[in-house]
């Protein structure tokens, strides 16, 4: 989607290493999401935040953070990698009239 | 609990005709929206349709409809006229506004693949 841009868009890592994901939007929606997807899993919420400065968890947020400094990026960090954090992640972003998200690209992560 | 139970790991239709693909779901919140995403094999997703649950009508979008049954709790997506195109991995959805309004969740998928 041209709208919201991730990056990297592949990345591995050794375990116990930190790395921050970047999402950046050019449509001025105020939501943004950070999703994983692993094999037979479908995408789990991370975190997302309603708005510029506000942060929430989802369903999976152990061992990450999260940062959302202004309107356009919201970063996904991970502290000390884990084999078990090889995943896909996506960013996705939602304008607050409507409820479908707009997905970025992915980025490929693999934990070694 | 499983939010959303999508019980299709693979899906195979011819080109032309229609198909359907199973999405069930639970909550216990009055409001909530279901949603229909494709992911071809590129990896992007696309948003397809979406269902609010005061809505009384099903959704259409084109070539895809989702025929919502409310008292079954569940949410399906059909699609008309099956082309090539059509073959990817889809995903059903759900916003659920209980906590803090703004939690999705995502069933494991239904592959489909059309065959010429």
């Known amino acids: 989607n041209a709208g919201v841009t991730q990056t990297p868009k592949f990345q591995v890592l050794k375990t116990g290493q930190s790395m921050t994901l970047q999402c950046a939007q050019d449509?001025?929606?105020?939501?943004m999401y950070w999703y994983r997807q692993d094999p037979g899993m479908g995408l789990r919420l991370i975190y997302y935040s309603a708005s510029e400065g506000t942060t929430d968890k989802g369903e999976v947020p152990n061992g990450y953070n999260v940062s959302r400094l202004n309107k356009r990026e919201f970063s996904l960090r991970l502290e000390s990698a884990a084999p078990s954090q090889t995943s896909v992640y996506f960013c996705?972003?939602?304008?607050?009239?409507?409820?479908?998200?707009?997905f970025g690209p992915g980025t490929r992560l693999t934990v070694t | 609990a499983q939010k959303i139970t999508q019980t299709q790991p693979g899906m195979f239709v011819q080109e032309k005709e229609a198909v359907t693909l199973d999405c069930t779901y639970d909550?216990?919140?009055?409001?909530?929206?279901l949603f229909w995403y494709k992911q071809p094999s590129s990896g992007e997703m696309i948003f397809l349709i979406y269902?609010?649950?005061?809505?009384?009508q099903n959704a259409t979008e084109g070539r895809y409809s989702l025929n919502f049954q409310k008292a079954r709790k569940s949410a399906n997506l059909v699609i008309s006229a099956s082309q090539l195109g059509d073959s990817a991995m889809y995903f059903c959805?759900?916003?659920?506004?209980?906590?803090?309004?703004?939690?999705?969740?995502f069933g494991t998928g239904t592959s489909l693949t059309v065959i010429p």
């Open positions: 269902q609010g649950s005061y809505d009384e």
């Open positions: 449509m001025n929606h105020n939501s």
């Open positions: 909550t216990s919140d009055q409001s909530y929206g």
């Open positions: 996705a972003i939602r304008k607050i009239s409507s409820y479908e998200q707009y």
């Open positions: 959805a759900m916003r659920d506004p209980s906590n803090t309004g703004n939690q999705f969740y």
